[in-house]
């Protein structure tokens, strides 16, 4: 408590760990989850039990200005609790250029957004939207246009099924 108000809604705080992520979230509020890409930014949103990740838009990116300001409207239109970012590992799970660009992105979004924000690996999750895009049958110029939403929600799901075990105890 600070000030007699829960933590998680008096500064924006970043966090690498999922449970401290959890920990900040109000209850019952849904959450978002970015693909942050060089030209595109993939929005997927959760149902206020989180439960589960639906891909709502993509967002062409410009500059971050412009970018944050896009997302501050879908967020604040949504009344988004938290915001999980996909943090592109590489496959040995070291961090490389993009994901210091993932970090550098939160750092500068949360001193504009005042809710928590946390990371969630995202290696693979482009090619689980794509698997799952190609055996739906969409068209190639119909995966283009959703494959970084889609892909938005694979990470947003992967964080919600994380925090359904930390709030059970697992």
């Not at 595109?40 to 989180?50: E, Y």
């Not at 200005?65 to 967020?75: M, T």
Request: aromatic share 6%; with cysteine.
């Amino acid at each position: 408590m600070v000030h007699g108000l829960p933590v998680w809604c008096c500064k924006a705080l970043i966090y690498d760990d999922i449970s401290e992520f959890a920990a900040a979230l109000p209850p019952m509020r849904a959450i978002a989850g970015l693909d942050l890409g060089t030209k595109t930014i993939g929005v997927a949103v959760s149902d206020g039990m989180r439960s589960v990740g639906t891909p709502l838009e993509t967002v062409k990116r410009r500059k971050f200005g412009l970018d944050a300001e896009a997302l501050l409207v879908i967020l604040s239109k949504r009344d988004i609790a938290g915001l999980v970012l996909g943090l592109p590992r590489n496959m040995d799970g070291s961090e490389g250029p993009r994901c210091q660009s993932t970090r550098a992105f939160a750092r500068n979004f949360a001193a504009l957004w005042d809710r928590p924000i946390g990371f969630w690996d995202e290696r693979l999750s482009t090619v689980a939207a794509e698997r799952a895009l190609l055996e739906a049958d969409t068209t190639r110029k119909r995966r283009a246009e959703v494959i970084d939403h889609v892909a938005a929600s694979y990470i947003l799901q992967g964080a919600l099924d994380r925090l359904r075990h930390i709030e059970a105890g697992a």
